[in-house]
C-alpha cells in the first residue's frame, strides 16, 4: 500500500529531477571544462626528462599578455624569443604561447609559489620549456610542458653569447646557475627550487 498522496509524489518527482539536472551540469562541467586547457599539472621530472619532452626549449621575453584568465591559472602570452636552446624556433620571432606559472615542491611540505618571482609578466624574461599545441584550445602555437620547472625566470641582462657552443642541458644547467647568483638572495625559495632543478637527473 502507498502512503503518498499525489502531491508529495509530484514533489518528491520534482525534487529528484532537480538533483539530477545539477549532477548532470557538474558531470559536463568536471568532463568538458569551458577554456580549460590544462587545468592539471605534473611534478618536476627531472631536468633531462623535461628537455626530452619538449619541442623547444628557449630564452623569451613575454611581450604581451592576453588577460584570457583560463580556468586553471594559464594565460595566453607573446613571447619573443631571444635564443633557441633546443627545437625549431627562429631568433627575434614573436609567438603566441599558453604558459602557466606553477611554482615548484622542494619538499613534500615546502613549496616555492613561484619560479618567477616578480610575476609572470609583460618585460619578464625566462626559459620556456615547450610544446606544439595541437589543441583547439588554447588557439596559440606552443603551450608550456604543464609541469613543475617548466619555466623559470632568468636575468634579463644575463650574457646569452656565452651559451654559444653548449649542449641544451649545458646552457640550461648556466641559466640556473645565473639566476639563482641574480635572485638567490632577495627569493631563497626560489633560489631552494633552482638547487633541486640543478641537482636532478
Known amino acids: 500500500m502507498n502512503d503518498q498522496t499525489p502531491s508529495n509524489q509530484n514533489a518528491v518527482s520534482g525534487r529528484s529531477s532537480r538533483v539530477r539536472t545539477i549532477l548532470a551540469a557538474l558531470l559536463l562541467i568536471l568532463f568538458f571544462p569551458y577554456e580549460s586547457p590544462a587545468p592539471i599539472s605534473g611534478f618536476f621530472p627531472g631536468l633531462s626528462k623535461l628537455l626530452e619532452r619538449a619541442d623547444a626549449v628557449v630564452v623569451a621575453e ?3 599578455k592576453s588577460d584570457k584568465n583560463y580556468l586553471g591559472g594559464g594565460d595566453d602570452f607573446k613571447i619573443r624569443i631571444r635564443k633557441v636552446l633546443k627545437g625549431e624556433a627562429e ?3 614573436t609567438y603566441s604561447a599558453y604558459l602557466r606559472d606553477l611554482g615548484f615542491y622542494i619538499t613534500k611540505t615546502n613549496r ?3 619560479l618567477f618571482p616578480e610575476g609572470l609578466r609583460r618585460g619578464a624574461t625566462g626559459v620556456f ?5 595541437d589543441r583547439a584550445e588554447p588557439k596559440t602555437e606552443f603551450i608550456s610542458e604543464n609541469c613543475e620547472g617548466d619555466a623559470f625566470s632568468i636575468n634579463p641582462n644575463a650574457d646569452l653569447k656565452k651559451l654559444s657552443g653548449l649542449r641544451s642541458r649545458e646552457a640550461v644547467e648556466l641559466l640556473l646557475k645565473n639566476s639563482s647568483a641574480y635572485y638567490g638572495e632577495r627569493f631563497p625559495e626560489y633560489n631552494a627550487a ?5 641537482a636532478s637527473p
Open 194 to 198: 633552482i638547487t633541486n632543478m640543478l
Open 129 to 133: 620549456f615547450l610544446k606544439k599545441n
Open 62 to 64: 613575454i611581450i604581451e
Open 112 to 114: 616555492c609559489r613561484s
Open 91 to 93: 631568433e627575434g620571432r
